[in-house]
């Protein structure tokens, strides 16, 4: 199992570029998510999807949008890019909860993105 | 928003020592997460504790939830130069399996 997967591994833009980046898993996980990391922030969720076909914004989702066509994997992009968004940004994946708790999640490698 | 908060924000201690962090955190929860983040990769589970257990175990690591101070720590014991790493609280945050993290604290173990 190669667990959670993401590419690129880092990526150097310009101001109002655009890119996609993709997180694959194979661990049939329904719900899957995308974070930003800035320093001192911690993990700040930008947008989530809890099963193919479904996408739902999180805590800080302008800028960005996703798409989960398949299962397994869940893209983030960035239309226009700008340097507030250079950041690190981490996939993470988790299993259906049906009690209604939260469960473990799985996180990819992340990708370092700068924007200049 | 920010639910987890980490207390001290950075840690230096020997090799053999124990180190303890603190998380606190604002709103009633199910259950609350450790995650250890190693420079430059992704976040890994440590444990998990719900909000109707007050210790739990899991080798070197021991965690504690006090629900009436919403607060929760993490002990380190006998601390390796491998356990040297940044270390994230997590509480549930609205449904669907999501997270809040605190803003992590770091820990350096000096062999």
């Known amino acids: 199992n190669a667990g959670v997967t993401q590419t690129p591994k880092f990526r150097v833009l310009k101001t109002g570029q655009s890119m996609t980046l993709l997180c694959a898993q194979d661990?049939?996980?329904?719900?899957m998510y995308w974070y930003r990391q800035d320093p001192g922030m911690g993990l700040r969720l930008i947008h989530y999807s809890v099963g193919e076909g479904t996408t739902a914004k999180g805590e800080v989702p302008d800028g960005y949008n996703v798409s989960r066509l398949k299962k397994q994997n869940f893209l983030l992009g960035l239309e226009s890019a700008a340097p507030s968004q250079t950041s690190v940004y981490f996939c993470?994946?988790?299993?259906?909860?049906?009690?209604?708790?939260?469960?473990?999640?799985?996180f990819g490698p992340g990708t370092r993105l700068t924007v200049l | 928003s920010q639910q987890g908060e980490e207390d001290p924000q950075a840690l230096s201690i020997q090799e053999g020592e124990n180190a303890t962090m603190n998380c606190s955190y604002k709103?009633?929860?199910?259950?609350l997460q450790w995650y250890r983040q190693n420079s430059g990769r992704g976040l890994v589970h440590l444990i998990l504790?719900?909000?109707?257990?007050r210790e739990k175990h899991s080798g070197r690591l021991r965690v504690t939830l006090d629900t009436s101070k919403k607060s929760s720590s993490l002990l380190i014991t006998a601390s390796r130069a491998a356990d040297t790493a940044s270390y994230f609280c997590?509480?549930?945050?609205?449904?669907?399996?999501?997270?809040?993290f605190g803003k992590g604290n770091q820990v350096v173990v000096i062999p």
């Open positions: 661990m049939n996980h329904e719900y």
């Open positions: 504790i719900r909000s109707n257990e």
């Open positions: 993470a994946s988790s299993s259906t909860n049906r009690t209604g708790r939260t469960d473990t999640q799985y």
């Open positions: 709103t009633s929860i199910n259950n």
């Open positions: 997590a509480t549930d945050a609205g449904g669907n399996n999501r997270l809040a």
